[in-house]
Structures are given as structure tokens and as C-alpha cells.
DNA sequence: TTGTGAGGAGCGAAGACCACT
DNA sequence: TAGTGGTCTTCGCTCCTCACA
């Protein structure tokens, strides 16, 4: 056997080595970048290779030098648009770092699936684990683990010893959206919050609340969404009956667009009647009906953070936690603006939703 | 050294073995589920194993069997709803069939990119690639390949002899959405596209066509934008001048809220003035400050039959190409209606955006 | 003969160690 | 003595062959 071609099951090393008429092990050093290769050979064993159509074999590779090189990833909520696009920050920081993903995406969020993830995502033989997924609703231990690392900016994780936990400190971005509005004029603002087990809309939540509690305003109950438009939306009829509502911070901006369209059926005009400030920035929020101001993030960054941490983990690093400043803008649009108590005088038209901007589009 | 613990290396095979006093080959064929081994030793194979935490080593199975049930998906535009949300459809169809998917997600569709993105997949040992990129800009051919068996659903991919093209007749959709615009009066039907090098964006504009020269209506120019809610909104300000400008149909739903926006901008009322109908049904479409018209495609299912097309090639099947008939559905909200010289009497409410939708919002 | 099990040979690459210049 | 390059072994597992009830 293996007489060299080996059909369209591609070149092994072997067969490089020989048809260059070195042994094995040189190819394996050229491959590898080792030194004690003259240069000419070099080129040599690079082109014979290249000609062979020579790819290593990784699970050999794998298999020898005990690394995979594979990190996994369990998330939830895939098509949020959040979580999405912090699975794809995290890949391009995996690349960029010579590790690959191993993505699972949960359906749902029963303890039962929480460990099957983890557990093929072990068996896969990952090296550490990036959890994106309610910090709350992780029931893994390190017995499970079997000593492989967590990194994740959820919050941190109930027993399990090797990990670091990135803290993207989200509550000033919420205090910024709350103080935004109180600066407006309100007199209170009220809070469509997301899931409680999310760690970030503990945080964003955190921060409204301190912003208020610092103003000495009032803090009126909770609404707790799912991050969706439908929950803004279902939320948002209950705030429409009350006149009393003048200016609303919403966890998400898709739970921002539900409030609108609820605010709108109710013949409550935007920002007339009703201010509003979303989180995410979402690239459709500047192209609303009303464009909607919100809290830009740098998720991505956190992201990179977390890989970082996790790659510096299995490379022997110590657990810990890092706080990170994350970085934030207030960006302002059209769905905020002064109480209408304050501005009788100046503003009674009928439909103030559907006026000009008053930030002009950027292109 | 291996003196049974190992550290924290975890277990492996022969150490199992040694516990239960068997040789390795026999906890293989238990681990395996191969037969030849009496249910009590079975379950005393099992029960050790589990107590030592073993767990099987991917790279030395992959080594002998020359399997790895990888497989690799190109991504592109992975920030898009239409393109995350197939990602993670094609993770569970995977998952469902024993199979874990590599991801790598394209910054651009540069040439090299994409070759570059291609040989890293082949080199992590993938058994066959999913394409979510244009075909326009897929560069591969056999030899890149190495035999590796390709299947999309992005039209067919030039010089790749194993491939399987799932093709999801978007063209009726789109044929559905226009024809929806022209049942309730209006004269014409304007398209704002996608990129054209996406088959799917084609496709549309393929319906949108064959619905209008069914009905021998003129055919405007078609405005191409790059699905996001800003090129929505640029083209948007276009049509917005033109008066004879009554019905549009986008490619997709951020394309069509960009172009909300444009038209409220120009003080031109949805539905009165101009009627829209998006695709995608994205979740926040329903809670639009006027509730989006839209097209539904199962796009899950068309992913999971990718997905089979390609475990079929891998496991011996052959190339080829399906037809699928992708199931459609027309979502009427309040973004269209009649064109306004056919109900002048009834309608001069200056305000048409903000009223009451017509549908009732399901909860 | 039919289960049931053990023993040995690789899979492809990398590391330790040795042998030439 | 450096620099080069080759040999042999090993990683963990599965398949093949063969020995025993």
C-alpha cells in the first residue's frame, strides 16, 4: 500500500519526504518552520509539497502534540441580533489567534441542553469554552469540565474554579441613556428591561436605576421584556395608557421599535409625547420611521477581550476577572426630546412623528 | 508514566481497560456500541468509564478512521439577519446528523479572501463545504478542492465537479409579493433590489419581473441596494420625488424600512401615497411604526437540505442539482394598500402612517 | 460453529535522541 | 562545535487476525 499516489486521498508526509528523497521528519521541520533546514531544501520540500497538493494532517497533529487548537462556543438567542454578532467577533478573534470555533447554538435554555452542549463540545476535544449564553442558567461544574477553561462576559459562573470572567461594565452605558432623558426635562424615565437572567440587562437596568436614584427621581416598576420587538410591543400598550409616562429606556433597540409601534396605535406621538432610547444601535435604528436614539456599544472588543482571556488560560494563564471600560456613545436621533409640559408653546403639531429628523442622515 | 491517573490529563481508552480488567479492544467495541461483548461487561465497561470521566480522543479516532464529520461553511455578511439565521440552521441540521460545522466568516468577497477562507477549512480536515457567499464570487475549482464536495443554495459554483445546488425558487415569492401590489390597483410596481451578485436577490427580481410582464404593466428601472436599511433609505430618497411612484416592492425588510424612512421623510404617507412590501419577515417587521408587508420563506428547511445534499455527496452520493419548492407566504400588514386616486373619497386623513393598522397584531 | 475476547499493526505527524558534516 | 538531517518511538484509537470458550 501507500505507493506513493494513494488516489485522490491527497499526499501524506511520507510521501513528500521521499519524492524529494529526504526522510520524513525534514518535511515535518519544513512544514513546522524548525530550524536545521538549509534553505535551498527548504524551498525545495515547500514546492514538492505545494506541487503534491500536501495538506497536514490535523488530527495527527492533534493526536501527538495533545492540542486541538478548537475553543468552544455555546450560545443562545442566534437570531438576536446581539449574540449573533458577537458569535462572529469571536471567530474573527479565534482566527486571528490560531484557534477555531466550535459553535453550539441552544435552542433553549434547559439545564438538560446546557450540558449536553458542554459535553460535546468536550468531546470534541476543545480546549476551553466561551459561554454566551444567562450566566444564571449554567449548571456546570468542574468535574464536567474536566479541567478545561471558561472565559465569558456574562457574569461569572457557579463553580467552576478555572475561569475569567470579562466585565464590560454596561451599567454606565444605561445611566448614560437615563441621564440623557432626565436632562431632557423628564421627570422620571421608566425601564423596559430585558430577561433578568441576562447579565446585561441586569446591567443596563443597574445603570437606569442609578440614574435616577442619583437625580433623586422617582423609580417606577420594571417591565421586563425578551428583546424583542414583540415584548416592547406588548409592554409598550401597558405605557401607552399611562399619561404619566413621558420618557422610556428600553434594554434593546428591538424592544424600542415594539414600544414605538404600541406608543403610534395608541395615537402617542414620538418624542411629543413619549421619548425613547434603545441599546445596541442596531443598523436599521437610524432608518426607523422615526429614527430612534440609542447606546452604541463596542461588543466587539468585549469579545476579543473574552477570547484573549480564555487563549491566555489555556496557555497556562491564571483565572481571574477583568473589568473592562466599554466603551459607549449616546447617539442621538429623533426619538427624544424635551417633555411636551416644557414645550407647549413651540410644538402642537399633530404628527410629530412623521416630522424631519433633527440629526441629519450621515452617508 | 501512564501510571492510570495521568494527571489531569483525563482517562483514556487503556487505562479504562486496565480497571476493568479487560483489554482495550473490548472497552473500544463497548464505547462503540460494536457487538461481541456480553451486556454485563457492557455495563461494567460503561460504568468505569463514566467514573474515570472518560471521554474518547477526536483526533486519534479521526487519525484511523479517516473521518473527522466536519464540515466547512463560508459565510458572508454574517451581521445580516438572512445569513446568521442560515448559519445556525445549518449548525442544528449538522448536529442532527452527527456532523459539526467549521464556520469561517468572510470581512469582504475579495478573491483571495475566499481561496484563503477555502484552503483553511481544508486544512482543519473538513468533509465538505457549504457556500453562503455569491456564487458570482466564489473562485474555487477541483484542484483547490482536493475532492471535497461542495453544496449551496447560492446557485451553482463554476468549476467544482462534486456539488449539489439546492435551488429555492425565490422567484415565485417574489413574483407573490408584486403581485400582491398590483391586485390591490396599483398601475406599477418599482423594485428596490439586493446586490445582484446574490442569487437570492436575482431571484426576486426575477418574480418581481415575470409578475409585472404577466400583467403587461411598464417596468421601472430597477434600484439596487446592498440589503441594508441605509441603501434602503438612499434609494428611497429617490423615489420619494417621483410623483407615479405608488408601489415598491424591497428585496428585504431592512431595505424596506430604510425606505419607510425616506418616504415619511418626504412627507409622503405608507400606505396612502406608496405601498411596501419587504421579505423576510423579520420579528421586528410586525412592529414597525407601520407595520411591514412582507413576504415568509422557510429558510430553515431550505439550510437543512443543503445540508443533507452535502452529507449525501460526502457519504457516497452524487452530484447533482434539486429543485426545491420553498414555501411562501404573503404576511399583509399595514405597509400596503390601495393606490390613492382609487379611494381619494374615502381616505385624506393627513396622517395615514400613525393610524390604527389594519391587522390586528397576534399575540 | 458461534459468540467473546486478546494481540498486533498501523493511521500521520512530532519529539527525543543520535550521526554525520 | 555548531549546523543538518535521519531513526525510532509515541500519541489514542480502530481494524484485522487469531485464540478460546
Known sequence: MRTGGRGAKGAVMVDVARRVGVSQKTVSRVINGAPHVRPELRARVLAVAAEMGYRPNVAARALVTQRTHVIGVVAMGTSLFGPASRVFSLEHAARERGYELALTSLPDMSLKHMRTAIHGLLGRGCEGIVLEVPNKVVDIDDALLGG???ATSVGPIPHVSRQTVITSDQTEAGRLATQHLLDL????VWHIGG???WHAARERRQGWAAALEAAKRPQPEVLHGDWSAKSGYLLGLQLAKRRDVTAVFTANDHQAM???????EANRSIPRDVSIVGFDDVPEAEFQIVPLTTVRTDDAAI??????ALVALIEGGEPGSEVVEMSRELIVRSSTGEPAHRTRAGSMSPNTAARAPRESIHH
Do not use: F, Q
Open 148 to 150: 478545561v477553561p471558561v
Open 185 to 188: 426635562g423628564h421627570e422620571t
Open 195 to 197: 430577561p433578568e437572567h
Open 258 to 264: 415594539g414600544l414605538m409601534r404600541a406608543l403610534t
Open 303 to 308: 469579545s476579543h477581550r473574552v477570547l484573549s
